[in-house]
């Protein structure tokens, strides 16, 4: 869902990484070359890093904000409105199984759509594709993962 397109929004741009999967686990987000933080896990999968560096992201940055995210995982869930059908089936998927990494979902849902509405914008990016700022929070996801240990700058 497009919720807005605000000049004043911050960008920042998100990843999660795997060795493995499941497996030690990292995720990242950056505005810039010069502020972003990234953090680990030592036993998730891919999409759970994925959800939490939105989780992360959103929590560090106040405001309007435009997160970019290879992640069609995350940006379905809004642009889709998958986060509508899970919430009105008890958080059951379409088959009636619970929604994986709910414990993710529920918080980054009522960020976006019940406390922030109107101030979050999530677009894919393909990953891998030279967007110099999806490489780099992908080399700061994979860094985490392998080394299992955060960085913060900024």
């Not at 807005?4 to 070359?33: L, Y």
């Not at 030592?42 to 959103?58: D, I, K, P, W």
């Not at 958080?91 to 109107?118: I, K």
Request: hydrophobic share 40%; aromatic share 8%.
């Amino acid at each position: 869902m497009t919720l807005f397109e605000a000049p004043s929004a911050t960008v920042v741009f998100t990843d999660g990484a795997c060795i493995g999967n499941p497996g030690p686990g990292g995720w990242a987000w950056a505005v810039s070359e010069t502020e972003y933080e990234s953090g680990h896990a030592e036993q998730t999968t891919n999409q759970r890093m994925e959800v939490t560096a939105v989780l992360q992201a959103l929590g560090a940055i106040d405001g309007h904000v435009h997160v970019v995210s290879d992640s069609t995982y995350v940006v379905n869930c809004f642009k889709q409105r998958w986060w509508a059908g899970w919430r009105s089936r008890g958080w059951r998927n379409s088959r009636g199984v619970p929604v994986a990494n709910q414990d993710l979902w529920r918080p980054l849902v009522d960020e976006v759509v019940d406390r922030r509405r109107g101030e979050i914008e999530l677009s894919w990016v393909k990953g891998h594709s030279g967007d110099p700022m999806n490489e780099l929070v992908d080399r700061l996801a994979v860094e985490a993962a392998r080394l299992q240990r955060g960085v913060h700058a900024g």
